[in-house]
């Protein structure tokens, strides 16, 4: 029998209540990957600053490569390590810069993670934040050439097969905005600037990339809500975003090219996906509804988006929360219909 797969998706920057915050959907991840052979999620489930968790059988795959995957159109193949470049942004500070060449060579030393030579940027990326008038947060990159010829020189150069690119993030935020996410109520500013940067990356090199902001050092604040309080643990968020890359799948782009692996997976594999209940117009919730892949949406995971399965035409079972959704994962993994265990009286 062939393994049970599920999905885990948290869209990024629309502040979902689970997941919109430092890493705080890891828990979620833990406990999903306990009912499924396979647990694919992205970036956004799996960072948590400086915290992380290694979860055997999940897969950390970028948002664009989600995207990609969920259509059919590449496949993922595991990895036992990958050798890791970093990309460093021209626009970071002497000192900063210090701190995450200084992360880099803890995770190679401590824990054990290939990691390749490291490439700045020729010209500062000039990354910039955006508000939608959703709520969402994304952003623009002044010089996203600068980025891919980086990225280029890191795989050409020095072997790299995934990348972790730190770009330097303006102090100038929305101070109400940043308020609102320390205190645990709001959207991640940064988060939706983050995915433009590794879908780039994605889009173009087709290996696994993902990002970690370069910001400066802020005081201790007071009321910190925990869900935001990995994002005080040090200089940098780059620890989290090494071990993901260090065994994120590579992706098969054409199926063709590449000899078939046992271990190969592809979206026609997908036993279930799922997601927030109001944020399912995103690209890969789009494909898979298309297929036979059981949708699964979480009512309590409010978001700043209002995007319901139902208008969309996608046919999903609707949870309260995730415990629930550990269940009906359970029940459909073992065969059972889950209206089996429910009393209709």
């Known amino acids: 029998m062939r393994p049970y797969t599920a999905i885990l998706i948290v869209p990024t920057g ?3 209540a689970i997941g919109g915050y430092a890493g705080d959907a890891i828990p979620v991840a833990r406990t999903l990957a306990q009912v499924c052979d396979r647990l694919i999620t992205h970036p956004n489930v799996l960072n948590g600053a400086s915290l992380y968790w290694n979860i055997p059988n999940a897969f950390y795959v970028e ?4 995207d990609k995957f969920a ?5 993922l193949r595991p990895v036992r390590n990958n050798k890791v470049g970093l990309l460093l942004d021209q626009g970071i500070e002497p000192d900063l810069l210090l701190r995450h060449l200084q992360a880099a060579d803890a995770a190679r030393a401590t824990l054990g993670l290939t990691i390749t030579d490291y490439v700045i940027t020729d010209t500062p990326l000039n990354v910039e934040l955006r508000t939608s008038a959703s709520g969402a947060s994304w952003g623009t990159i002044g010089n996203p050439d600068s980025l891919l010829r980086g990225a280029e020189k890191l ?9 972790a690119v730190v770009a330097r993030f303006p102090d100038d935020m929305d101070e109400d905005a940043v308020q609102n996410y320390r205190q645990g109520k709001g959207v991640d500013p940064l988060a939706g600037a983050e995915a433009v940067i590794s879908h780039l990356l994605v889009r173009n090199l087709q290996i696994p990339c993902a990002h970690s902001p370069a910001l400066a050092s802020a005081p201790p604040y007071p009321d910190l809500a925990p869900r935001s309080a990995a994002e005080e643990l040090g200089y940098t968020f780059l620890p989290s975003v090494l071990v993901g890359l260090s065994r994120a799948p590579q992706f098969i782009v054409e199926k063709q090219l590449f000899t078939s692996y046992q271990d190969d997976i592809w ?3 997908i036993d279930a996906a799922i997601v927030p209940a109001n944020a ?5 919730l789009l494909s898979l509804s298309q297929s036979q ?3 699964i949406t979480v009512k309590d995971n409010k978001t700043q988006i209002q995007v319901p399965a139902q208008p969309l035409g996608i046919k999903s079972i609707q949870v309260n929360s995730y415990l629930e959704a550990v269940g009906l994962l359970l029940a459909l993994k073992a065969g059972i219909n889950p209206n089996a265990l429910v009393n209709h009286q």
């Open 267 to 269: 979206a026609d594999q």
């Open 293 to 295: 892949c059981q949708i």
């Open 155 to 163: 795989i050409q150069k020095t072997g790299a097969e995934a990348i």
């Open 71 to 75: 259509a059919g159109d590449w496949g």
């Open 63 to 66: 948002g664009y490569g989600l």
């Open 14 to 16: 629309v502040g979902a």
């Open 280 to 284: 399912c117009g995103g690209s890969a």
